[in-house]
């Protein structure tokens, strides 16, 4: 990133606003209040906001619907038999994929036990996982159960690395390094593409490279990358992919995930799935005949048909991302999150009371900060609360903030370092 000089100051902060080409973005977005008063919004890590244009993307379904009724599977432009091709080409542009490697369908958890199923196969030694440790817990059950689903002992088989002691992020020449170690007992690496609680983002090229050197497949849980980081899955060669839209893909509460299958799987049909009717090749569907014929592509592992009404916002925040474009959120983004990173040090500094444990470098994280506690625990997300700061404590002594660059402005990061120049008093 560029040296920009920051400055802690409230006319630096306007300046930066006013030279942002993503300024406008933000009115298009509806802000909580806290305190009877608009939140400094720092939560898209857990939920993003609601773009304003949800609403008349939802009724317009609603009315095709209510006009349409069973026709509306197959009649109009939207005909619903058709509509998750709409997202293909903005997930494809987020995931840095081909449209055929993406399909938006059911969430997150679900996802990954369906591409565990083709993913994860152990065959005589060639049986264990290896993950990060502490990963989020739903990633964490969901490879035990596949584990236990295959016979084997979650113990032996999931390995689970840790930073070096005293360290809170993960090396890449640590987790290359045990790619190696495993070698050929290794069935599959499955890792957060951003690590949820520390903010850290892994080297996917790297670890696919290296999953692929020992001849063990490679996927990543992206719920905190997708819309966040810059991502290359088709070039990195990610065998497999899912994420949630929820976050920083702004499409609302426990909306639709999406999966990424790498091409080199679109025709293969010796890979095990479980499957349903809309996974099954499109022109044959309603011939109601026997006998599966997967879809090419991403489109071959969905189950059940589309959830339209979830479509329908996810779609409203996707044409918000087209329009923007990632390269233009990266670019606001890597200054957004270095301001909040110059301020915490600048305000903060050697107050002893926090610590930035996320990674310093931006090609290293996303917009999300972790602040390690070391004073005042949960005292301190609540002072900040009070004051109108949304963030979220993650147990056991974290407090996240991402600044997200389509609706967070500079001028709501300087507000956020004011407060913590206050709590600084407050908790020394
Ligand atoms: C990294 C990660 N994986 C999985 C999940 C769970 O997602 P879902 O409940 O949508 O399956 C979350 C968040 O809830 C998450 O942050
Ligand atoms: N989906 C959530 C929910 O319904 C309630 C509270 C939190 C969530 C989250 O998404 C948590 C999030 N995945 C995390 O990183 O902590």
Request: glycine share 8%; hydrophobic share 40%; charged share 20%.
């Amino acid at each position: 990133m560029p040296n920009l000089n920051f400055e802690f100051t409230e006319e630096f902060a306007l300046k930066m606003d006013q030279n942002d080409p993503l300024r406008s973005y933000r009115d298009q977005f509806y802000f909580p209040k806290v305190n009877g008063r608009d939140a400094l919004y720092f939560c898209g890590n857990s939920l993003g906001l609601q773009p304003k244009s949800v609403k008349t993307y939802l009724e317009k379904e609603l009315e095709n619907w209510a006009n349409l009724a069973v026709d509306g599977h197959f009649e109009g432009e939207d005909a619903w038999m058709y509509v998750r091709q709409k997202s293909k080409p903005a997930l494809a542009q987020i995931l840095g994929a081909h449209p055929h490697e993406v399909v938006a369908m059911n969430n997150l958890t679900s996802n990954l036990h369906f591409l565990l199923v083709s993913f994860y196969q152990p065959k005589g030694e060639r049986t264990k996982i290896l993950c990060e440790a502490g990963a989020f817990p739903s990633d964490q059950y969901a490879l035990e159960s596949q584990v236990k689903f295959h016979g084997l002992d979650p113990e032996e088989t999931i390995v689970e690395l840790a930073p070096r002691a005293g360290e809170h992020i993960l090396r890449t020449e640590d987790i290359l390094a045990k790619v190696k170690e495993i070698g050929s007992s290794l069935a599959l690496v499955m890792m957060g593409g951003i690590q949820y609680y520390s903010g850290q983002l892994f080297d996917m090229k790297d670890i696919t490279a290296a999953a692929h050197g020992v001849g063990a497949y490679c996927g990543f849980d992206l719920a905190h990358a997708a819309g966040n980081a810059p991502l290359k899955l088709h070039n990195w060669g990610v065998d497999f992919a899912t994420w949630c839209s929820y976050k920083y893909l702004n499409s609302g509460p426990g909306n639709i995930s999406g999966i990424f299958v790498h091409e080199r799987f679109a025709d293969d049909q010796s890979l095990p799935r479980f499957a349903g009717w809309w996974g099954h090749d499109e022109g044959q569907r309603f011939l109601m005949e026997k006998g599966f014929i997967p879809m090419h592509g991403a489109d071959g592992w969905q189950l059940a048909n589309s959830n339209i009404l979830a479509l329908a916002a996810h779609q409203a925040s996707l044409d918000l991302f087209a329009q923007a474009g990632m390269e233009q959120l990266r670019a606001k983004s890597e200054k957004l999150t270095g301001y909040l990173e110059f301020l915490i040090d600048e305000i903060s500094g050697n107050s002893g009371i926090l610590e930035i444990i996320t990674p310093r470098t931006a090609s290293e994280r996303g917009c999300q900060l972790s602040l390690l506690i070391h004073k005042g625990g949960k005292a301190v997300f609540d002072s900040w609360y009070a004051h109108g700061v949304v963030g979220d404590w993650r147990n056991p002594n974290v407090i996240r903030l991402a600044p997200t660059p389509m609706y967070n402005s500079f001028l709501d990061v300087y507000r956020f370092g004011k407060i913590l120049e206050q709590s600084l008093h407050d908790f020394a």
